[in-house]
């Protein structure tokens, strides 16, 4: 007797395509709800209403609480879209490399000053957001993420930084 084997293997395809297809959809759905989500920095330092320059939670006594406060914020916000662990699918930037460029340089007065124009450029996109011939590539986060908030997230993304 004659089996045909592409025709038997056929039902056994149809079902591994069926369940990668299922596997991605559950993936794209983990990331969580799409809707900004509000962070409690009610056990950090509270910096006011002055927007500061540079990331105040970078080192001292509230680095560790700021990193787990950012960690979770990333998490809620961030990660839908820039990648769990802040590891990009190539959608949006790659975060852990937002200031390689800074790294690299020799001199100790530009390299602060880098740092202190990528902190400012960070906070000024997720504050504003961006938008580019009418399309919003990054929804604002001003009002739904405090100041606290958004230098936690910074604080967060310096953990995770790689060359």
């Not at 025709?7 to 990668?20: D, M, V």
């Not at 927007?51 to 939670?57: A, E, R, T, V």
């Amino acid at each position: 007797m004659f089996i045909d084997r592409q025709s038997s293997q056929r039902p056994l395809i149809a079902f591994c395509f069926a369940l990668l297809l299922t596997l991605a959809a559950q993936q794209s759905w983990a990331h969580g709800d799409v809707v900004p989500q509000s962070v409690d920095t009610s056990t950090l330092p509270q910096l006011g209403a002055k927007w500061l320059d540079n990331n105040p939670y970078s080192s001292g006594a509230a680095n560790k609480e700021a990193l787990r406060i950012g960690t979770s914020a990333y998490n809620q916000n961030c990660a839908r879209c820039h990648g769990l662990e802040a590891i990009s699918g190539g959608i949006s930037p790659d975060l852990r490399k937002i200031d390689n460029d800074c790294a690299d340089l020799a001199d100790a007065a530009k390299k602060n000053a880098c740092y202190q124009e990528i902190s400012e450029y960070f906070v000024a996109t997720v504050r504003r957001g961006r938008v580019r011939d009418g399309r919003v590539y990054m929804p604002p986060f001003e009002g739904t993420l405090s100041q606290e908030a958004i230098w936690s997230i910074k604080t967060y993304l310096e953990t995770r930084r790689e060359r």
